[in-house]
């Protein structure tokens, strides 16, 4: 049915163009998730400096720098992160070393994947069209780049839950590929091991998905195929009880005890927090103007989703369910654009777009849809044998998407990878890394002294110099924490520029920010102290 539907109707004549669309859309979309993974975002996040110095320490020692042995959840900053990100991350940094743009290798890569995936499941699913429509919509996603930018563990989620939809709706279509729907268990079972909104998500997403797909699984019973609904159901199982286990712990609620509603309300006061936070996940300034508050969660001057997506998510909920073949597919995407914002509903703040990762990519095959019943309907009035009005309609409504969907790629591409870098310095914790950086260029015998006014300057600096301390004994003969008046001789002092600047020494390092060209930090070389070094010099 799906063959004859894709080669069929107004849109048979250019199916060739359509993939040649999609094919450039799913490069840009690859680029603009990989390129500069090392200057952009600027600079590193605590959060990916831990995670990274975790996966280098597991592949080394098979311990975090917490101490645990093999860990499914780390001690990282006490908020305790579910590990798959540092595990997928381990061989990367262990063999290749550890640097800023190896430690987002892994989220640029499951960025990229969960574009074919949230294709290729619609295809299969919807037909053809609406599925290379997918990779326009999910190309271009500003929310969905950039966290595919951030080495943070929280792309996994939708990227596991997809590619597990994926391969349980490929093996149940053909029995030859029936081993498929074990890696779609696999893949479901290790979305716990993801994000801390997976605890929320899957129980949620997983009965919906259950109700969906339960006319397969009474015909892969009927089919004498029981062995694989049975034998994928026990792997699921198998793999997220111990992190369900694990989400009961001290430790596994110590993130919830923090940030969730009911910690902090109570009453009718909860319920109100809830659904005020809730809906205000659906406010439009917020999903297709300007995005997030934090700009560490949203790129300036774009929304969530584009704003061209707006009518095309109209049109599209409007003609998802005309078509009996594709009434449930639509009713669970409707379903997990619901339950998508939930897990930043249930906390006490607002507009977090990290909490809110789960969405993807159920807007996106929303509008999809909207974006190829669109382009079905151009193309019927382009090609009609009636009046000219009727073929100029088409073609104008053609041009016209053509031409926001231009525009909108030339703003995702110039605000992603040229004005973010330099916007979104300062609050990426660049100063340290870009210190850090110049610093090991400069470096020959000196030892390295990192100012304690540098926020989080333990873990930054050992995330830098992971590789060198390897197998010292003693790392106080390589590095250490201290703040200096005067910078002895054979040190590299490395400090804030807001901070008090030593006396003497020389200058060997200025970072500088682009916006505004004000300096972030300095390393200093020491100098043979003068006879007027002061007494009290550390």
Known sequence: ??????STGPGAPYRRLGWIVAAGFLIM????????????PPGLWQDEASTGLDAWLIWHTGRDRA?????????????????LY???????VGILGLSVGRERWMAALFGTVLIIAAAAVTRLCAGERRGLAVVVTAALCPTWIHFSRYGSEAILLPATLTLGWLGIEVGARTARWRWAIWLGALSLGLSAYTYHAVKLILPLWMAGFLIYQYPTVRRLWADRARFHVIGPAVIFAAIVLPSLLLAFSDHGQARGRTVLAWYHHQGLSLIRVIASNYLSYFDPGMLFIRGGPAVAQS???????????LPLLILGLAVAFRE???????????FWFLIGPLPGGVTYETHNMGRAIAWLPAPQILSATGLAAAVDWALSGAQSPGGWSTRVRGWAVLSTLA???????YAVWVLTLVVYPRLTERDWQFGVSRAWACAKRVQTTEKFIVSRAFPMAMVFSQFHLAGRLRGVENPSTIWDLGDRKIVRPNELYLVPASQPQPYGGERVCTVVQQVDRRPAAYVYRGVPPSPTTPADAP
């Open 1 to 6: 049915m799906e063959s004859q539907q894709s």
């Open 29 to 40: 979309g690859a680029l603009l998730r990989c390129l500069n993974l090392d200057t952009n």
């Open 67 to 83: 101490g645990d042995f093999l860990p499914l959840i780390s001690r990282s900053f006490g908020d305790y992160p579910l590990t």
């Open 86 to 92: 540092r595990y997928l991350t381990a061989p990367i």
């Open 299 to 309: 790129i300036p001057g774009l929304g969530m989703w584009n704003v061209i997506e």
């Open 324 to 334: 009996p073949r594709t009434r449930r597919f639509y009713g669970f995407v409707v």
């Open 403 to 409: 031409a926001g969907w231009l525009l909108t790629a």
